[in-house]
């Protein structure tokens, strides 16, 4: 079985507990901005060193999100939801963990070990993209451990930032949120948290009104078509695209080593060299260690 094939023909148990979707083929032209596929050249650009096939299987289950998740918000880190967004990615991954046992290789395990790996790059790549996390000025990656991808949880600081995960209103002893909805934009999307005597950025995400359940408080939140970077052809936001195109990459390449971490934990160098076989003949992989 050729592993795009695989992609949408297997049907193992997904830890998640998200529903199972359609089968995805290179033949589907969609993407999240159709004639601009964002997520397959980022996904390309940073995992170069793959074999060929295994990229086109990765594109294909990274751009099939899109169909088999349209409706859940965590896919996509919308609407606030960032304690969801977090946990589509460590739950992904652990899937793709389970799938490397060095004692049951076989093609199925891999296409399911690559659409789940897939599923969460593809969360990852949207957080750049639909948040206000480069126009806070973040210019770091959101996590780059080797651990499990951490909760960002409600009103939490992301270390490698200093951002406040605005989530909730969770009532009066909530920090209160706010932006300037007058001003110009990239200075709307900036997010302010009072804490007490301190304040921090917040991070916040579009809202999308077909997805179920909207986590951003109304005094800051902003529609996805205010603030989403998916695409170049948005003239106001080509600088803002660009560097979130740039982290995309950079937090993919990253997850390849992630990866290798939580398999090397879970299955010693056994499960490491499966991934390695994943590597096309004669490339220079990451240097992840």
Request: aromatic residues 6%; negative net charge.
């Amino acid at each position: 079985m050729g592993l795009v094939a695989g992609i949408g023909g297997c049907s193992a148990p997904d830890e998640s507990g998200l529903a199972e979707g359609p089968e995805g083929s290179l033949s589907d032209e969609f993407s999240t901005t159709p004639g601009e596929p964002n997520h397959e050249e980022i996904t390309a650009t940073a995992l170069s060193f793959l074999r060929p096939d295994v990229v086109a299987a990765l594109q294909v289950a990274n751009v099939a999100t899109d169909v088999e998740f349209f409706l859940v918000n965590a896919n996509h880190f919308d609407d606030c939801n960032f304690s969801g967004g977090s946990q589509v990615v460590s739950r992904s991954q652990a899937e793709a963990v389970a799938q490397l046992s060095p004692t049951a290789a076989t093609p199925e395990s891999d296409a399911l070990a690559i659409r789940a790996f897939a599923r969460s790059l593809h969360a990852l790549q949207d957080f750049y993209a639909h948040t206000n996390w480069i126009e806070l000025g973040g210019d770091e990656l959101v996590d780059s451990s080797l651990k499990p991808f951490p909760l960002l949880a409600p009103y939490s600081t992301i270390r490698s930032s200093g951002f406040v995960v605005v989530q909730g209103t969770g009532g009066p002893k909530h920090p209160l949120a706010s932006r300037d909805q007058a001003a110009p934009y990239p200075s709307s999307a900036v997010v302010t948290v009072k804490q007490g005597r301190k304040q921090s950025p917040g991070l916040i995400s579009g809202t999308v009104d077909y997805e179920a359940g909207n986590f951003c408080p109304e005094s800051v939140a902003m529609t996805h078509e205010e603030l989403n970077k998916d695409k170049s052809t948005n003239v106001e936001r080509v600088q803002q695209y660009e560097a979130a195109k740039t982290l995309a990459i950079l937090q993919t390449e990253h997850e390849w080593c992630r990866l290798r971490a939580l398999t090397k934990a879970k299955w010693g160098t056994g499960g490491v060299a499966r991934l390695d076989q994943w590597v096309a003949s004669g490339a220079t992989p990451l240097a992840c260690e």
